[in-house]
């Protein structure tokens, strides 16, 4: 099944699904931002440390990429299956 083939239900989640994407893109620039910010913002030698923060921006960075992985491979599968 190509394009041209999709039913209206398809295209319509295709639409949803892409929509998703570059919301968590977004989310995923955002928390990238915010790593540097804090990063930048430590200061070792008085011993501020954002070690807690930046895991948990990392690990959610990593999270939004799988969301993105399994939506694009959905959409794949809708358009070429």
Do not use: C, P, W
């Amino acid at each position: 099944m190509n394009n041209q083939n999709l039913s209206a239900a398809e295209s319509k989640l295709i639409e949803d699904l892409e929509a998703e994407i570059a919301a968590f893109e977004e989310e995923k620039k955002t928390a990238a931002r915010k790593v540097r910010e804090l990063m930048a913002s430590e200061d070792l030698i008085n011993g501020v440390y954002h070690n807690q923060e930046i895991f948990i921006l990392k690990q959610d960075q990593l999270r939004l990429k799988t969301e993105i992985m399994f939506r694009t491979n959905k959409i794949n599968r809708l358009r070429f299956t």
